[in-house]
């Protein structure tokens, strides 16, 4: 298949120089490599990410004993070359690839990043190889096209157009997307069961601080998502800082313990810098965090009221909405006030036991 012209020139220049740069930490390995078919998959992530898909695809290969699968898992690229949801390096390569009518089989690419493949024809359309249980599975559309499955996060697993086995690809996407998924419902699992135990008693993070990490990070975990943990690199005095490389690995969240001026009434902040609502996995972050804070008050708000206190102080269950915390709203649950902040500079929401 070839893509659009228009889509090669834009990054052409920057493919070779980047190309040879990372070809050294983009190694190949092959896994069954006495199969009959090889699919070769693409990937981007952390060592830890390469050696689950190294033990992922060796389970998929044992299944289906004709299949070969090659995998290259590329380093993610260093804070000031992250832009957005493009990850350098990786992409420089893949659409390189793309250039040369030799691109992988399976790859993966943030959600962001799909509608540029989907315009240039890049990529294949999973429907026809997609049961009904598969698509209600991941809550895709009967009637639609379908070109990608959500892996972790941001993170979707795609196939390219010009595969020759569609059908195989097709299997290795359920396998890897099904496989993720599994994981992270058992570490879910886990940290409700590890959530539990920390809030026994009922208390939460402002009765009991020294809790803080077991109680937030727990409930963190119950998200799927392990990029609002705190520790004691993340502590400065009073204030905990979140921080992610797509904010230049400055803190675009912090959380801030304090007590009233007046009554001297124990309260916590979540601050967040206003500047990087827009991007979507720092804004995606942003909800989260906003849903642990809620319900690390106390062990008696679970899902369903957090989603209550959220539309009470004026946000979507989802939380997504952020600009919508400069209404100032408040709301009361128990013995606890929740206050939507904002100004021109930060958000945030501000709980205080009364």
């Given at each position: 298949?070839?893509?659009?012209?228009?889509?090669?020139?834009?990054?052409?220049?920057?493919?070779?120089?980047?190309?040879?740069?990372?070809?050294?930490?983009?190694?190949?390995?092959?896994?069954?490599?006495?199969?009959?078919?090889?699919?070769?998959?693409?990937?981007?992530?952390?060592?830890?990410?390469?050696?689950?898909?190294?033990?992922?695809?060796?389970?998929?290969?044992?299944?289906?004993?004709?299949?070969?699968?090659?995998?290259?898992?590329?380093?993610?690229?260093?804070?000031?070359?992250?832009?957005?949801?493009?990850?350098?390096g990786y992409e420089y390569l893949?659409?390189?690839?793309?250039?040369?009518?030799?691109?992988?089989?399976?790859?993966?690419?943030?959600?962001?990043?799909?509608?540029?493949?989907?315009?240039?024809?890049?990529?294949?359309?999973?429907?026809?190889?997609?049961?009904?249980?598969?698509?209600?599975?991941?809550?895709?559309?009967?009637?639609?096209?379908?070109?990608?499955?959500?892996?972790?996060?941001?993170?979707?697993?795609?196939?390219?157009?010009?595969?020759?086995?569609?059908?195989?690809?097709?299997?290795?996407?359920?396998?890897?997307?099904?496989?993720?998924?599994?994981?992270?419902?058992?570490?879910?699992?886990?940290?409700?069961?590890?959530?539990?135990?920390?809030?026994?008693?009922?208390?939460?993070?402002?009765?009991?601080?020294?809790?803080?990490?077991?109680?937030?990070?727990?409930?963190?975990?119950?998200?799927?998502?392990?990029?609002?943990?705190?520790?004691?690199?993340?502590?400065?005095?009073?204030?905990?800082?979140?921080?992610?490389?797509?904010?230049?690995?400055?803190?675009?969240?912090?959380?801030?313990?304090?007590?009233?001026?007046?009554?001297?009434?124990?309260?916590?902040?979540?601050?967040?810098?206003?500047?990087?609502?827009?991007?979507?996995?720092?804004?995606?972050?942003i909800s989260h965090a906003l849903?642990?804070?809620?319900?690390?008050?106390?062990?008696?708000?679970?899902?369903?009221?957090?989603?209550?206190?959220?539309?009470?102080?004026?946000?979507?269950?989802?939380?997504?909405?952020?600009?919508?915390?400069?209404?100032?709203?408040?709301?009361?649950?128990?013995?606890?006030?929740?206050?939507?902040?904002?100004?021109?500079?930060?958000?945030?929401?501000?709980?205080?036991?009364?």
């Amino acid at each position: 298949m070839q893509i659009r012209k228009t889509f090669i020139v834009l990054f052409v220049v920057l493919i070779f120089s980047f190309s040879f740069l990372i070809s050294g930490c983009f190694g190949k390995k092959e896994i069954n490599q006495a199969a009959d078919i090889k699919l070769r998959v693409y990937a981007f992530g952390s060592r830890s990410e390469e050696l689950y898909l190294e033990n992922v695809l060796k389970n998929f290969s044992e299944k289906y004993k004709e299949l070969q699968a090659e995998l290259r898992v590329a380093p993610l690229p260093p804070p000031e070359q992250q832009t957005g949801d493009f990850v350098s390096g990786y992409e420089y390569l893949l659409l390189a690839d793309f250039a040369a009518s030799d691109p992988p089989d399976v790859f993966f690419l943030n959600k962001g990043r799909i509608p540029a493949y989907i315009e240039n024809k890049a990529l294949l359309d999973l429907s026809p190889y997609l049961t009904s249980s598969d698509k209600k599975l991941f809550q895709l559309s009967n009637n639609k096209p379908i070109y990608a499955l959500p892996y972790f996060q941001e993170i979707q697993v795609v196939a390219a157009f010009s595969t020759k086995n569609p059908e195989k690809s097709s299997e290795l996407l359920l396998y890897l997307a099904k496989s993720r998924l599994q994981k992270e419902a058992e570490e879910a699992e886990e940290a409700l069961k590890r959530l539990q135990k920390a809030t026994e008693e009922g208390a939460g993070i402002l009765d009991r601080p020294e809790m803080l990490y077991d109680i937030w990070n727990n409930l963190a975990f119950s998200y799927q998502n392990k990029e609002i943990l705190l520790d004691e690199d993340s502590k400065h005095g009073d204030e905990y800082l979140i921080c992610h490389e797509q904010a230049y690995r400055y803190p675009y969240m912090m959380l801030q313990f304090s007590t009233t001026k007046d009554n001297k009434k124990p309260q916590v902040t979540l601050v967040i810098n206003q500047q990087y609502i827009e991007n979507p996995t720092l804004r995606r972050n942003i909800s989260h965090a906003l849903k642990v804070l809620i319900r690390s008050i106390h062990k008696d708000i679970d899902e369903e009221k957090a989603q209550a206190i959220l539309t009470q102080i004026g946000l979507a269950k989802d939380a997504s909405d952020l600009s919508k915390l400069k209404a100032g709203k408040s709301t009361q649950y128990g013995n606890y006030e929740f206050q939507a902040l904002g100004d021109y500079v930060s958000l945030g929401l501000k709980v205080t036991r009364l």
